[in-house]
């Protein structure tokens, strides 16, 4: 399972830097630009539930200013990222577990 779920992280890793490479208009602007592009509603959607659910004070200083972010550099920073957590999750070793004790 540890596997599967490291080989997933990397894959997604491999896809976010493969789209970087890609010379796509697309990718210009911030996160927020984007989003709105690809659905008009969902930041407004995201604020009312922050604001109402969570805490007001969360979106006005970590999400407002995330999404006026870059995101070419969102989506490299997000692949190195996974890339390294999954490739760290893939060479680690199990730790082995002793079928009988020693007695003595």
């Known amino acids: 399972m540890r596997q599967l779920i490291s080989l ?31 659905d008009p509603t969902i930041v407004n959607r995201t604020q009312s539930i922050v604001q109402r659910y969570l805490h007001p ?3 006005d200083q970590a999400l407002l200013p995330a999404l006026l972010w870059p995101l070419r550099s969102v989506m490299l920073w997000s692949g190195v990222m996974l890339l390294l957590v999954g490739g760290l999750i893939l060479l680690r070793r199990p730790k082995r577990r002793m079928m009988f004790a020693r007695t003595r």
């Open 8 to 38: 997933v992280m990397i894959l997604v890793a491999v896809v976010l830097l493969g789209t970087l490479a890609l010379p796509w208009q697309g990718l210009g602007g911030s996160v927020g630009e984007s989003l709105y592009q690809w």
């Open 57 to 59: 004070a969360l979106w």
